[in-house]
């Protein structure tokens, strides 16, 4: 099957887990097993405390670093926040828009879209989530709810597109998040396939959509054999290396 948007991406997001040390240990133990693409791309996002160690465990190989959000404005009395222009330069990627910082810390559409806009600006790559919770699901209103994340995470772009190479969205659905209760594969691709075609019917070429909710060895392969799905958005399992590089190894084989 022909990949149409690049080398799959595998990103694992370690969330609120892991002491420095634990997290430079587990960076190295990822590098270790990556020392090459292997026809993958890459990426620990560790919590903030970690990234400057962890880029230094990560050395010069081949695997990325991102940070798991970014503020807006570049310097000022933002207590708590980090700049893009901070990780600019030597962070590679930001994921954005989280539903655990939608959900949990009351992040909005339009803060995401500042965000978005913010790193894009920096050039940092960026990965904005998106995903319906489950009553949304149930009521049919799936699709509704990802388009208005979507065009709410670009409009402050005003119509400019990113190179496709530039970001990446990854779906995922609320109810699958850290329940051990993955999307099928079909709800997985059907939503990345609608994905792809929003991004196209705005003129943009469309990035890699990932697919994330507990994602594990077990369920990666099926996944990544789903033509609209180019790699994962790992929780849980990007915690335990056997695991997290297996999905890795389940990425490289999904062509
Ligand atoms: P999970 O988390 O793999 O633990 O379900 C995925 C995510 O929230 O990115």
Known sequence: MTRRRGAPLVAGNWKMNTAVPDGVALAREVARGCTEHHGVEVAVIPPFTHLWPVRDALGAGVVLLGAQDVFWADWGAFTGEVSPAMLAGWCDLVLVGHSERRHLLGESD???????AAAARHGLR?????????????????????????AAALAPLAGATIAADAWSIAYEPVWAIGTGRSATAEQAEEMCHHIVQWVEGRGGAAPRVLYG???TPRNAAELFAQPHIDGALVGGASLVPHDFLAIVGAASKAD
């Open 126 to 150: 960026v990965m904005v989530a998106v995903g319906e919770t489950e009553a949304e699901r149930d009521a049919g209103e799936a699709l509704a709810v990802v388009d208005r994340q979507l």
């Open 213 to 215: 909710g507990s994602v």
């Open 110 to 116: 339009e803060d995401v879209g500042k965000k978005v």
